[in-house]
């Protein structure tokens, strides 16, 4: 079982960044595969970027590529998820996930999610 409860979110106006994090609890914790989703009103989840338990492989949305990026410490149990140059369209809930193998963007295979934290991003 995992446990995980993000946290950063916030107002900032377009252009600027915001890091989210992602604390989690389990004792198999580096096995996990991880991954940030978001969801806007009115549409659907969508994966942003996936890490794998190693954090030597990568893997992002092209909506974020180059702005956004994913990165983890199994020693604090932690992920976060670094956003730059952000745009309105950003705006969502974004969602920690976890399950346990390798890293992937399809949503459907993550096991453990967090509550969310809200991103706003102002014109």
């Known amino acids: 079982q995992v446990q995980l409860v993000e946290s950063g979110g916030g107002l900032v106006q377009a252009g600027g960044s915001l890091r989210l994090s992602c604390a989690a609890s389990g004792q198999t914790w580096n096995i996990y595969g991880m991954g940030w989703a978001r969801q806007a009103p009115g549409k659907e989840r969508e994966s942003v970027a996936a890490i794998s338990s190693s954090g030597n492989y990568t893997y992002y949305a092209d909506s974020v590529k180059g702005r956004f990026t994913i990165s983890r410490d199994n020693a604090k149990k932690m992920v976060f998820l670094e956003m730059s140059s952000l745009k309105p369209e950003d705006t969502a809930v974004y969602y920690c996930?976890?399950?346990?193998?390798?890293?992937?963007?399809?949503?459907?295979?993550?096991?453990?999610w967090g509550q969310g934290t809200q991103v706003t991003v102002s014109s």
């Open positions: 996930a976890a399950r346990r193998g390798g890293a992937t963007m399809t949503i459907s295979l993550y096991n453990y």
